[in-house]
């Protein structure tokens, strides 16, 4: 098989030949693909990179409601696109006017240290269509509040990256645990082992591992 280029991106095409080289390579997780049905992980290219990482870092340990009315505050307060937020004017508001929006203190610091590291180019969002994934990863990862998983998931979501293995995930470790019945939930080291049929499609894979929990009688697998 051939592997996909390093900057592929994630196409309704491309979709229909990972779902069909999973079931080749895979008759586990063809069984949960013929369960689920399409996949539709294609990348969120509305708005700008960087709008798109100060999201993930307001929506973090918030419910869904709650997220989205401190990021719509958050993004009157700046003016302009909602989806793509200057980092230079971040950079003029006070802390007070920020926290006054429902930031927490640290997220405060995150999205200052996000838009810093923008600003003074340590994070080329120019470029990042262009470059591989760990590349990516080992960029935003030294931002304050973009941990691995962050990143792994900016990688699938918005850049639609075929490749990911977002190991520590803890909804792809149960859905691997249902589709392949393991007694134990896996750890890191267990579903990379899982995910060797899943190549070079790790982010499909994982991708149906979330939506079989999802799956009326998921309890089944």
Same mark, same amino acid.
């Given at each position: 098989m051939v592997r996909p280029a390093r900057c592929d991106t994630l196409t309704p095409a491309r979709l229909v030949r990972a779902r069909e080289a999973l079931c080749a390579q895979d008759e586990?997780?063809? @069984?949960?693909?013929?369960?689920? &049905?399409?996949?539709?992980?294609?990348?969120?290219?509305?708005?700008?990179?960087?709008?798109? +990482? =100060? @999201?993930?870092?307001?929506?973090?340990?918030?419910?869904?409601?709650?997220?989205?009315?401190?990021?719509?505050?958050?993004?009157?307060?700046? &003016?302009?696109?909602?989806?793509?937020?200057?980092?230079?004017?971040?950079?003029?508001?006070?802390?007070?006017?920020?926290?006054?929006?429902?930031?927490?203190?640290?997220? =405060? @610091?995150? =999205?200052?240290?996000?838009?810093?590291?923008?600003?003074?180019? @340590?994070?080329? +969002?120019?470029?990042?269509?262009?470059?591989?994934?760990?590349?990516?990863?080992?960029?935003? =990862?030294?931002?304050?509040?973009i941990g691995p998983w962050t990143a792994q998931m900016f990688l699938m979501f918005r850049l639609g990256r075929p490749d990911v293995l977002p190991v520590l995930d803890l909804g792809v470790r149960k859905g691997a645990q249902r589709i392949y019945r393991t007694r134990a939930l896996p750890d890191a080291a267990r579903l990379e082992k899982i995910a060797r049929n899943w190549r070079p499609w790790a982010s499909v894979a994982s991708w149906y591992c979330w939506r079989v929990l999802d799956l009326e009688d998921a309890g089944g697998w």
């Open positions: 586990t997780m063809a @069984r949960a693909i013929e369960r689920v &049905g399409k996949c539709t992980l294609l990348p969120r290219r509305e708005g700008s990179h960087f709008g798109h +990482l =100060v @999201r993930n870092i307001i929506y973090q340990q918030l419910s869904g409601s709650a997220a989205a009315t401190i990021h719509g505050r958050f993004t009157a307060l700046l &003016g302009g696109d909602p989806q793509a937020p200057d980092p230079h004017v971040i950079l003029t508001m006070t802390d007070e006017a920020l926290r006054a929006c429902g930031l927490s203190s640290a997220k =405060v @610091r995150a =999205v200052r240290d996000l838009a810093q590291h923008v600003v003074d180019e @340590r994070l080329p +969002l120019h470029a990042l269509d262009e470059m591989d994934d760990q590349a990516i990863i080992d960029a935003l =990862v030294p931002v304050r509040g």
